[in-house]
């Protein structure tokens, strides 16, 4: 047995993280992520007010500068770390100015950065990197190589006082990337799209040998988007901006600046961003976008009589043919891992649906002609979708199968957007049945646990009432792995099943036992993708901010210990924080039940998907833990592996 003592505990110090695992901190395709965290520092001193020029040069040798003529970086020496303030903020994780942002006085509130870990990662990433900055009547320089200071700072001369900024020379080191270029177009795209949401700001790119391009939009979205239009749109670009300017449960300051148009044929791709950021991915501010986009032309299409009979529109019908700028500024941005592709804050969804809906609305009423070119393309896509749906009987009390009285069923017969919740209790059930879209989304409460079937034979399954009831409300017949060829799914009435129980270990038993049942007699719907998991939240943590109270959902221990921890950071007082426990779904109001586990724009969801083949790898395991005769193999399974598992006892 190999010696495993206090001295086998390694603690990796400064940017050594970075270099252990690059891959959790940036992209190793090429270096233009660890490029882009300078950019977007010379534009947060942009968006603050400060700098009007962005340059970059691409030099022969591989070099790379950014320059910007902000404040340039503090080079004072920090009065807890006793070193320069930029040599923390390029050697140090999570150092940086940009923590505070519930101050109301701090330039970065609406910053991109987070976390204090950018440009210290670019450093640990670059073979050297030389820092010149421009700042207090004096030109300031430090440089280092692999991270690591190498020339300390020192003045280098002198400059006029309200002369300022800073060029960072980065040097990537190939060893970390699978090319050692920069990735041309998405640079070019990203430096435009800085020019482009802010108004006025000069943006270069100098390429060695080539010349030089410069982008400077006074009007901003409305110059860009009619630059990327594929045609010629419905209606005039609808632009618009709206931000918080009273304290109504968001920050002041909070809000988004849009660009919309419509076409026959669809438009070109939409793009987004939070606070300058390209959020590649989307996330919950492009769907508060659609929300209050479909809101505001629903209402305007039922004010004008718009509408067919029996046509409703969904939010696809609206949008599908709309091609968008986004610029969202949130106070305190979450997003999905350290490259920043997908915004998942929750509160960015109400933000941005209620930012635009108004405004929109208020235009598609002052302008009728071009809101009822739109309202009708909506409409026609609206009828074109009915027709292709595959229109679904639903069986009445006279027919073979009678639905079970318990389902609450959804009004749609479109299967694409139909799903069904397979609730744990009556009372959680209560909560999703109010909370719930009626339209397309139906509940089926399940009465204490559901039966373990993976020895059940199959004649044998409707004489337990919760498999009959499962069976007969999603319309397919329970039938082998050997079957999935032949099993007519004809009759499938939801897209999306989705299993929803508690986040506890009775929760996770239920899981388990739905699984076993999906995975024994419905393997056809796991191959084709329509099995899910919901994910509720175990935590809420509210704490107040001038005068309301902001709440986050945890999923789990850590997001709780994560969101505590920066709340501490941003300095907020722990007596005015309240971290409370959910004990189960059925405690959830129907408001929280739908933000955190029913609204497809803002609950997590996890597929329970497989291939043929991993279903059938599947079936050993399953038969060695649900198996009623395998309790030996169980024993002695727990007594070898048993520590591998998580587990919440």
Not at 138 to 150: D, E, N, S
Not at 202 to 208: F, K, M, N, P, S
Not at 324 to 347: I, M, Y
């Amino acid at each position: 047995m190999s010696n495993y003592s206090a001295a086998s505990i390694r603690v990796l110090k400064d940017l050594e993280p970075v270099k252990e695992r690059p891959g959790m901190y940036t992209r190793t395709t090429c270096p233009t992520h660890i490029v882009q965290e300078v950019i977007d520092n010379a534009a947060d001193e942009a968006l603050a007010g400060f700098a009007r020029k962005i340059s970059v040069r691409l030099a022969a040798d591989g070099w790379i500068e950014v320059t910007d003529n902000g404040r340039g970086i503090p080079v004072e020496i920090h009065p807890e770390e006793g070193r320069p303030a930029v040599e923390l903020v390029f050697c140090k994780l999570h150092a940086g100015g940009k923590f505070n942002k519930t101050e109301s006085g701090n330039a970065y509130r609406f910053s991109g950065g987070l976390h204090g870990v950018g440009v210290s990662v670019t450093n640990a990433l670059s073979t050297r990197l030389e820092v010149e900055i421009k700042r207090g009547g004096g030109v300031h320089r430090i440089a280092f190589a692999g991270g690591t200071p190498v020339e300390p700072l020192q003045r280098i001369g002198d400059i006029g006082p309200r002369t300022t900024g800073t060029a960072v020379r980065i040097l990537p080191d190939a060893r970390y990337f699978d090319s050692p270029r920069v990735n041309l177009a998405q640079l070019t795209h990203l430096l435009r799209s800085k020019a482009v949401l802010m108004p006025g700001l000069l943006v270069e790119l100098e390429i060695d040998g080539e010349e030089k391009k410069s982008w400077c939009y006074q009007n901003g979205m409305a110059d860009y988007l009619a630059e990327m239009m594929p045609g010629q749109p419905v209606a005039p670009i609808f632009v618009g901006e709206k931000f918080v300017t009273t304290d109504n449960g968001f920050a002041i300051g909070e809000g988004a600046t849009w660009a919309l148009a419509w076409f026959e044929e669809g438009g070109g791709k939409p793009e987004s961003y939070v606070n300058l950021i390209p959020t590649l991915d989307g996330g919950t501010h492009e769907a508060g976008l659609k929300s209050g986009v479909f809101e505001a032309v629903k209402a305007f299409a039922e004010h004008h009589a718009i509408l067919p009979a029996k046509v409703k529109l969904a939010q696809e019908d609206v949008c599908s043919k709309m091609t968008f700028l986004l610029s969202a500024k949130v106070l305190d941005p979450q997003f999905q891992g350290q490259t920043k592709e997908k915004l998942t804050s929750r509160d960015a969804y109400k933000l941005v649906s209620q930012m635009v809906r108004d405004p929109f609305e208020l235009w598609l009423n002052s302008h009728a002609e071009h809101g009822r070119k739109i309202a009708e393309l909506a409409v026609k896509a609206a009828q074109n979708r009915l027709k292709s749906t595959q229109k679904v009987e639903k069986k009445k009390s006279s027919g073979i199968a009678t639905l079970p009285g318990k389902l609450t069923d959804c009004e749609s017969d479109d299967i694409g957007r139909n799903e069904v919740f397979l609730v744990e209790g009556d009372s959680a059930g209560g909560s999703a049945k109010q909370g719930r879209d009626k339209e397309t989304q139906a509940v089926l409460p399940l009465r204490g646990k559901v039966l373990n079937t993976w020895e059940v034979e199959r004649d044998q399954l409707f004489r337990n009432n919760e498999v009959h009831d499962i069976s007969v409300a999603i319309g397919v017949d329970p039938h082998a792995l050997e079957q999935i060829d032949s099993v007519d799914l004809s009759g499938l009435r939801y897209g999306r099943i989705i299993i929803m129980s508690d986040a506890d270990v009775d929760g996770s038993h239920i899981q388990v036992l739905l699984f076993t049942l999906f995975l024994r007699h419905f393997p056809a719907l796991i191959e084709r993708g329509h099995i899910y998991v919901a994910q509720p939240p175990l935590f809420r943590v509210d704490h107040e901010a001038k005068g309301h109270t902001r709440k986050h959902y945890c999923l789990d221990e850590a997001e709780k210990e994560q969101i505590l921890h920066k709340l501490a950071e941003e300095g907020v007082n722990p007596n005015r924080i309240t971290v409370s426990r959910f004990k189960g779904l059925g405690e959830m109001n129907p408001d929280q039940l739908w933000e955190t586990t029913l609204c497809p724009d803002t609950r997590r969801l996890v597929p329970f998907q497989a291939s043929r083949e991993e279903i059938a790898a599947m079936h050993a395991g399953f038969t060695l833990l649900m198996g009623k005769g395998e309790a030996a193999g169980r024993r002695a399974w727990m007594e070898k592996d048993g520590g591998l598992v998580e587990a919440d006892i």
